[in-house]
């Protein structure tokens, strides 16, 4: 009976052991994956901080030199018409016609007045200050900056590729280009 009375304080000094041990695990794991979650939104802040803007940047369009500023809705009517066509069709734009018909096309309403572009060949670059409000964290914040598109319309359909682009002064990543 002595012998049985030494091994069970023993067995309850083991699991009392056993389960500090547990506890001083579950508790480091919380630890480390509180850590992790702190330094992933903190990465995330600096992201966010260093790809976009409080504010939205002045859009200027390119001066025009001509005294009569495109009809934009003319511009539209004849481009959507010979979208809508079967014949292959040679459209060609000046940099004013071109945001004329943005301005006009339904498609692009919204964004219009958040950016202004320029036709050079086959790329469109576009001077863009584009709010963010549905995108998950980034209420409130703008993506202002300078991209490079090209541009080709095939059996009818725009298509636009980035090719490359700078925000702040600084070029975007080819991994946010794919």
Known sequence: ??????KMPV???QRKRGLAIFKWGCLTSV??????LLSGWLFFRAQRQKWTDERPMAVELSRENSVRPPDGARLYRDTRRAL???SAQTLQF????????????????????QMAVQLQDDSLLARMSLPLQGVPGFAGRYLNGDFVFTVQIDQGVPQLKLRSGSVRG???P???LN
């Open 174 to 176: 080819e991994r946010f």
């Open 11 to 13: 067995q309850q000094a």
């Open 170 to 172: 600084k070029p975007v």
């Open 84 to 86: 809508e066509s079967d």
């Open 31 to 36: 630890i480390l994956g509180l850590l992790c």
């Open 94 to 113: 000046d940099d004013g016609e071109f945001n004329a018909l943005l301005h006009q096309a339904p498609e692009f309403k919204s964004i219009a007045s």
């Open 1 to 6: 009976m002595g012998h049985e009375m030494k």
